[in-house]
């Protein structure tokens, strides 16, 4: 990212929940490029630590924390923003990247996927955001984005449960920016589409299956209908989170930051 230089978040403290999924492991090791130091947090505590080690930078003094947790666990939760801060240091981002996809058509979901959904995407985003705030309001400093989606701008077919989980992310970002701001702390959220990740891929395979076709023909497909002629890589996605954290987007506010290949307009 040309905007910043080395040192562009040195000194901050960034706290990234999945941090093992493909988006946020590629903002763990962009962040550290700009001097962040970091709390990663996710399931599967081998793949942290593995993340962890590819963080570290020749001739640089980043600190990286690594805590496995279950967000849709309180006592977890409050353990990984105890630990955050009295390791790290106070927080000055959060970027909540935690999610999962699921769902069917309402005539087909079950209700135990639907809760799953809401539980992680949603729920515990939400409950999770309160502790990190409760710290950045007593320094009135602070910035948050959270990982929507276009499917939180806009339904698909078959995806009642995972859409309505990004649209509650939405409204949640909206609504909390008006209090959170009033002490100086920004939220906003970034929304792509199909990003090049393991989700994507195995949502790609389940369309192919379902349609008959390869892989490879079904994203030719989803490339085809998409303007810029191709689906999004998760360092653009980055990108624009790194952007919405850094002083340089000091008065967006509320914002929900559409990366869509010009697939959604609005």
Do not use: W
């Amino acid at each position: 990212m040309t905007i910043f230089n080395r040192e562009a978040f040195k000194g901050k403290h960034i706290l990234i929940t999945g941090a093992t999924g493909g988006i946020g492991e590629e903002l763990a090791y962009e962040a550290v490029k700009y001097g962040a130091s970091l709390t990663l947090t996710g399931r599967n505590k081998e793949k942290l630590e593995t993340i962890k080690n590819k963080c570290r930078l020749p001739d640089t003094d980043v600190n990286i924390l690594t805590v496995t947790a279950d967000l849709t666990n309180e006592y977890d939760r409050k353990l990984l923003v105890d630990k955050a801060v009295n390791i790290q240091g106070p927080i000055d981002g959060l970027v909540n990247s935690a999610g999962i996809t699921g769902g069917d058509t309402v005539e087909e979901l079950k209700e135990d996927d639907m809760r799953l959904v809401m539980e992680l995407n949603y729920t515990s985003t939400v409950m999770l955001t309160q502790l990190v705030y409760r710290h950045m309001k007593e320094r009135k400093s602070g910035a948050i984005v959270n990982l929507s989606s276009l499917s939180g701008l806009r339904g698909t077919y078959g995806n009642t449960a995972y859409s309505a989980s990004k649209f509650a992310i939405t409204g949640f970002t909206q609504s909390f920016a008006l209090e959170a701001i009033e002490h100086n702390i920004r939220v906003n959220a970034v929304c792509p589409g199909f990003v090049d990740t393991a989700m994507a891929r195995e949502i790609i395979s389940k369309k192919a299956d379902k349609a008959g076709r390869s892989y490879e023909e079904q994203l030719a497909v989803v490339n085809k209908g998409l303007p810029s002629g191709r689906i999004t890589q998760p360092l653009e996605v980055v990108n624009s989170i790194l952007f919405l954290l850094s002083p340089a987007a000091e008065n967006i506010v509320g914002e929900s930051m559409k990366i869509s290949g010009g697939s959604v307009m609005r």
